[in-house]
Structures are given as structure tokens and as C-alpha cells.
């Protein structure tokens, strides 16, 4: 499956964005999806992730509360909507894939990426 973010942007702290997931080569009915973030001088941290299983979400607990994640299977595309957005969101967003499992502890748990798109919060 290929991946495409989109949706980046700047937004102030308190503000919203969405981001999409574009999905191309299969379903992502099949895929578990989840999103990632790298800040300048940082890791990739795991910011949220729908089981391909059960369809339950999980999130990271710096996001928990603000960020949802969703999917239009009709449409293979998925969705991560940022609320209530801080200048600590700032970063790459990267969305993520695998057939098998949530993994957000650590970038090398899930198969395929696309690339990143920039989100900027100012103060």
C-alpha cells in the first residue's frame, strides 16, 4: 500500500487542522493506520493508531483528548483531527501502515509510511 499526507499547515495554539491519509495499491480496511510526528531535534513519537482488528483507537497521552483519528473505507482515506492544538504539536506528521498491529512505542513496528507533512503551531 502507498500513503499520502496532506493537509499540513500553520495554525495558532487553541486552533485545528486535519490532516488525510491518502491510501493507494490496497484497502486500508485491511491495514491498521496510525500517525507519527517528528519535531526538529527529536524522535518519531506515535501519536495515535485504529486497530485493524477491533477498529478501537489508541493515542498517544500528550494527544489524548485533542486528537481523533478516523477512516472512510469507502473512500480509503483516513483522517487525524487536531484540537485545541500547542506549539509542542509542531512537526512532520507522517502517516503509517500495517497488516497486522498497532504499534506506536517505537517507529519500526509498522510496515509502510508515507511521507511527512508540516504542521506548525504558533503561540
Known amino acids: 500500500v502507498q500513503l499520502q499526507a496532506s493537509g499540513g499547515g500553520s495554525a495558532q495554539t487553541g486552533g485545528s487542522l486535519r490532516l488525510s491519509c491518502t491510501a493507494s495499491g490496497d484497502s486500508l480496511r485491511d491495514y491498521a493506520i496510525g500517525w507519527f510526528r517528528q519535531a526538529p531535534g527529536k524522535e518519531r513519537e506515535g501519536v495515535g493508531c485504529i486497530s485493524v482488528s477491533t477498529g478501537s483507537a489508541y493515542y498517544a497521552d500528550s494527544v489524548r483528548g485533542r486528537f481523533d483519528i478516523s477512516r472512510d473505507k469507502a473512500e480509503n482515506i483516513a483522517h487525524l483531527q487536531m484540537n485545541s492544538l500547542k506549539p509542542e504539536d509542531t512537526a512532520v506528521y507522517y502517516c503509517?501502515?500495517?497488516?497486522?498491529?498497532?504499534?506506536?512505542?517505537?517507529?519500526?513496528?509498522?510496515?509502510?509510511w508515507g511521507k511527512g507533512t508540516q504542521v506548525t503551531v504558533s503561540s
Open positions: 503509517v501502515a500495517d497488516p497486522v498491529r498497532c504499534v506506536l512505542h517505537n517507529q519500526y513496528g509498522m510496515d509502510f
